[in-house]
């Protein structure tokens, strides 16, 4: 996996929809990285080099290696558009950062202990209702993934962001601000399946 967090990607002048297009036909995807307190630059990379990329997970949510022109940045990966029908990835946004200011990441969701839950063991269905968390952390703290353990969770029960204990020096942006339980966002339940309701 040694070069699954590093990306190789040059820089580019021209920028509006007829310049991005036809870096797509070259079989390149444009993108732009930012942030930083310096301005933003303009990148091609190999949109196939991307696509083996984004295989792993943890690419969405760690620090990465942009190296443009030969020179290397540290950056998260921020937005990234897909085509809605074809394996086509359009356009990436890299966000710089610095390993003193914190970021706001979103990380994926892990379920552990589902060969073992006492509400799919008694006929319940799991439902996801969160892919990920909103995380702010500085980068060196920023997790791969939550991890939330169903084990004792019974059917018609759910989890909830407070329900988490967030890793070390890391934080859930949506309950920083929160007043009332609008922020507190139910990332998982077990419900009753049809076939257990019905028999």
């Not at 310049?19 to 444009?30: L, S, T, Y």
């Not at 984004?54 to 020179?71: N, Q, R």
């Not at 063991?121 to 791969?144: M, Y």
Request: glycine share 8%.
């Amino acid at each position: 996996m040694s070069n699954v967090f590093g990306f190789v990607a040059e820089s580019r002048t021209k920028s509006g929809k007829s310049a991005a297009k036809a870096i797509r036909r070259e079989g390149r995807v444009p993108a732009v990285l930012y942030g930083g307190h310096t301005d933003p630059v303009m990148l091609t990379l190999n949109h196939n080099d991307v696509i083996k990329h984004l295989e792993h997970e943890a690419v969405y949510s760690h620090v990465l290696d942009i190296t443009i022109d030969g020179k290397t940045e540290q950056a998260v990966l921020k937005g990234l558009a897909r085509h809605p029908a074809k394996p086509v990835v359009l356009h990436m946004d890299f966000l710089r950062v610095n390993m003193q200011e914190e970021i706001k990441v979103h990380v994926p969701l892990h379920f552990k202990g589902e060969a073992v839950s006492v509400g799919l063991k008694a006929g319940g269905v799991l439902i996801p209702l969160a892919a990920d968390v909103e995380v702010i952390c500085l980068p060196g703290a920023l997790p791969e993934f939550i991890e939330i353990d169903i084990t004792n969770l019974a059917v018609g029960e759910s989890v909830h962001l407070h329900d988490l204990v967030p890793p070390a020096g890391v934080r859930f942006a949506a309950l920083l601000h929160a007043h009332d339980d609008e922020q507190d966002l139910a990332l998982v339940k077990i419900a009753a399946s049809s076939v257990a309701s019905e028999g």
